[in-house]
């Protein structure tokens, strides 16, 4: 996925989880290139394509604001572009395929990996430790697992996980979250992403793979409770 694509998503995904509500002025382009380590060109071209989709407004020397029926729009591109599949897909059903699919990649992501893609990933961790509500701490949270994939560098495992991060974007994911983190299981879901984190940068793949499989049961059990 281009630069360009792969923020344009993380900004869909921002103003999805309601992070940026109608009217709300979006941080500058200054801002979103450090905040995402790219170049103010990325930034520019990503938001020249939420504009196109009538997602956001700019205005010459006032800045990017969130367009007033941006919410309506986001439901139409979703439905759209989400295949049928994805959304009769339950919770069990998306646990099952975390549990199969994401330590199993893990090799891949260590292989492949670069450092734009460990930066990548730390830059999840910081945000989801940063975010003030449960909405933005899912946000980075799905992005991390899918850092994490992007890093296998393999387009299939990289589709597979967008459409996870679909799943995990529909009411009946969201509504167990919100009942099953607490602050002090977000707290350990955050030590559990930097000892991931950590163990793929140093190359570590039996570790890595372990905290992975520990970390979604831990989920499982949190979400689910078995």
């Given at each position: 996925?281009?630069?360009?694509?792969?923020?344009?998503?993380?900004?869909?995904?921002?103003?999805?989880?309601?992070?940026?509500?109608?009217?709300?002025?979006?941080?500058?382009?200054?801002?979103?290139?450090?905040?995402?380590?790219?170049?103010?060109?990325?930034?520019?071209?990503?938001?020249?394509?939420?504009?196109?989709?009538?997602?956001?407004?700019?205005?010459?020397?006032?800045?990017?604001?969130?367009?007033?029926?941006?919410?309506?729009?986001?439901?139409?591109?979703?439905?759209?572009?989400?295949?049928?599949?994805?959304?009769?897909?339950?919770?069990?059903?998306?646990?099952?395929?975390?549990?199969?699919?994401?330590?199993?990649?893990?090799?891949?992501?260590?292989?492949?990996?670069?450092?734009?893609?460990?930066?990548?990933?730390?830059?999840?961790?910081?945000?989801?430790?940063?975010?003030?509500?449960?909405?933005?701490?899912?946000?980075?949270?799905?992005?991390?697992?899918?850092?994490?994939?992007?890093?296998?560098?393999?387009?299939?495992?990289?589709?597979?996980?967008?459409l996870m991060k679909t799943v995990r974007a529909q009411s009946?994911?969201?509504?167990?979250?919100?009942?099953?983190?607490?602050?002090?299981?977000?707290?350990?879901?955050?030590?559990?992403?930097?000892?991931?984190?950590?163990?793929?940068?140093?190359?570590?793949?039996?570790?890595?793979?372990?905290?992975?499989?520990?970390?979604?049961?831990?989920?499982?059990?949190?979400?689910?409770?078995?």
């Amino acid at each position: 996925m281009s630069m360009p694509l792969a923020l344009r998503q993380t900004l869909l995904d921002q103003l999805q989880s309601g992070q940026w509500r109608a009217g709300e002025r979006l941080p500058t382009e200054r801002e979103l290139a450090q905040r995402h380590r790219v170049s103010r060109t990325t930034v520019r071209k990503a938001l020249a394509e939420l504009k196109q989709q009538g997602l956001i407004e700019q205005t010459v020397g006032s800045g990017t604001y969130v367009a007033d029926h941006a919410s309506t729009r986001l439901n139409r591109l979703v439905r759209a572009a989400a295949p049928d599949s994805s959304r009769h897909t339950s919770p069990a059903e998306l646990m099952e395929a975390r549990l199969a699919l994401e330590p199993a990649i893990i090799d891949m992501a260590i292989r492949n990996a670069n450092a734009a893609d460990l930066q990548r990933m730390q830059a999840c961790c910081d945000e989801a430790e940063r975010a003030e509500t449960l909405e933005a701490f899912e946000h980075w949270d799905g992005e991390l697992h899918q850092a994490i994939a992007d890093a296998a560098h393999n387009s299939f495992v990289a589709n597979v996980f967008t459409l996870m991060k679909t799943v995990r974007a529909q009411s009946d994911w969201g509504q167990l979250k919100k009942k099953s983190v607490t602050p002090e299981r977000r707290l350990a879901y955050q030590a559990e992403h930097r000892a991931i984190v950590n163990a793929l940068r140093e190359r570590d793949t039996v570790r890595a793979r372990q905290l992975t499989l520990e970390h979604l049961l831990h989920v499982r059990q949190n979400l689910l409770g078995y």
